[in-house]
């Protein structure tokens, strides 16, 4: 499992996830910037996504949704804020209604990621989630984001061990 830290800091309302790839820098990149490639990690295995609209351009909006077991498609989006490829990305994350606008009701958060290499041939991806507040970290984490995006960053090797982008 490349998942190598979770770690929770209430204080600073944040959770980071570490994971490290035999793969360069660039290689990482391609897996957040290639919807396709994207679709194939990005949710937990039971929940797969579906990129409707995808643009890592700052000021752009990535929709997506996940069908579960039951064919339930809980939908989000990622607000861009910030991309430099291939080393760092950062979006504010948001729920959205069935017919794609935000839903106000569930907190939303920001990430930061940042990809770097620490030796020949591997990388280093680090996913900061912020929180707007302690309640709606709780509740996040309650809907089982941590276990969630451990198991989605989980099915990356499987991915780069297909070689060069899918």
């Known amino acids: 499992m490349p998942v190598t830290a979770v770690g929770k800091d209430p204080e600073a ?12 820098p660039t290689r990482v990149w391609e ?18 996504a579906t990129f409707t609209a995808h643009d890592l351009a700052p000021g752009s909006r990535s929709e997506y949704h996940m ?19 291939p ?11 069935d017919d ?37 970290m709780e509740r996040i984490l309650a809907m089982g984001m941590q276990e969630g995006l451990a198991q989605a960053v989980g099915q990356i090797d499987a991915i780069l061990a297909e070689g060069v982008a899918a």
């Open 87 to 97: 080393r760092r990305l950062a979006y504010r994350h948001g729920f959205a209604h």
């Open 13 to 24: 309302l944040t959770m980071t996830l570490t994971a490290e790839f035999d793969a360069s």
């Open 67 to 85: 069908t579960g077991p039951t064919g339930d498609q809980p939908r989000g989006f990622w607000d861009i804020l910030e991309a430099d490829p």
């Open 100 to 136: 794609g606008t935000p839903n106000p009701d569930l907190p939303g958060m920001t990430a930061h990621v940042t990809i770097e290499s620490i030796d020949a041939g591997r990388t280093r991806m680090s996913i900061e989630s912020g929180f707007p507040s302690a309640e709606a």
């Open 31 to 48: 897996l957040w910037a290639d919807p396709r490639q994207l679709e194939r990690w990005w949710g937990p295995p039971m929940y797969p």
